[in-house]
């Protein structure tokens, strides 16, 4: 399990080091789970439309879940959208 600046210190150096989008985005999703202690998890950017988001990393998930959507308002990623919490 990362502490948080270890998390930081190693996203940053991803960032600066790393040009694969995807591969970044992926150790993104890795550590935050680690940060805090969940198995799962998932990268979701809201596309320009504004209404819908698609996940575009995973952490432990089947691989057919990235470029799933939801729209604003459906499941958990949804309701975050559309309360802005």
């Given at each position: 399990m990362h502490?948080?600046?270890d998390a930081l210190y190693k996203t940053t150096l991803d960032i600066n080091v790393q040009r694969d989008v995807p591969e970044v985005l992926?150790?993104?999703v890795r550590?935050?789970?680690g940060l805090i202690?969940?198995?799962?998890?998932?990268l979701y950017?809201?596309?320009?439309?504004?209404?819908t988001l698609e996940m575009v990393a995973s952490h432990q998930l089947p691989q057919?879940?990235?470029?799933?959507t939801?729209?604003?308002g459906e499941g958990v990623a949804g309701a975050v959208?559309?309360?802005?919490?």
């Open positions: 502490t948080g600046l992926q150790s993104i550590r935050a789970a202690g969940s198995q799962i998890g998932g950017l809201l596309q320009p439309d504004g209404d057919e879940y990235v470029g799933a939801v729209r604003r959208i559309q309360s802005g919490r």
